[in-house]
């Protein structure tokens, strides 16, 4: 599942950037890949819920969540880079400069997410507290929805490839793990 993660994600964004990694090539492929491994996360969740009980997923899943947790801080810090050597400043009012006032919702939505991401990290701490770890865990789900929003409004690669069935794929099917 993470080839073929990787191998879409690669597809999509090289069709869109050339092997760039100007403006924001770099934040788009990091955001790209940590939202398909979450994905993949989810998929070998709800495998091993529905299907095979004994399914091991603990050693790659622990790399990969390395790999996200780097990329959901690396995304923000380079468009935020990006767009202050661009002239229009640091946030939050660069954000409208840059995105428009419809796009800063959006950058919004992406930041609730990235907020509901980085909860997840403290898993060890919230576990302790069921209730909590459970709102953690729905707040996670949703924000996963909200990325789908946040890509299809802002991401580059989504809006000019087929990778846009590709990210509606992402979503659906998560609406069906969800479910």
Not at 24 to 53: C, D, E, R
């Amino acid at each position: 599942s993470y080839l073929l993660v990787s191998s879409l994600t690669l597809l999509a964004w090289n069709s869109r950037f050339h092997a760039s990694i100007k403006g924001f090539a770099i934040p788009s492929l990091l955001a790209m890949l940590a939202f398909g491994f979450m994905w993949v996360h989810y998929l070998a969740s709800y495998l091993k819920t529905n299907y095979q009980p004994d399914l091991d997923t603990s050693r790659s899943t622990k790399l990969t969540q390395i790999f996200v947790l780097a990329a959901i801080i690396a995304h923000p810090i380079v468009i935020v880079s990006y767009i202050h050597r661009t002239g229009y400043g640091l946030p939050p009012a660069s954000f409208k400069g840059f995105f428009g006032l419809t796009g800063e919702l959006f950058v919004i939505l992406g930041s609730i997410s990235l907020l509901a991401f980085l909860l997840f990290e403290f898993k060890k701490y919230f576990q302790k507290r069921p209730k909590l770890w459970s709102a953690v865990l729905k707040f996670n789900d949703v924000a996963m929805i909200l990325i789908i929003i946040h890509g299809f409004k802002l991401g580059f690669v989504i809006n000019s490839t087929w990778f846009k069935y590709v990210w509606l794929s992402y979503g659906l099917s998560l609406l069906y793990f969800f479910y």
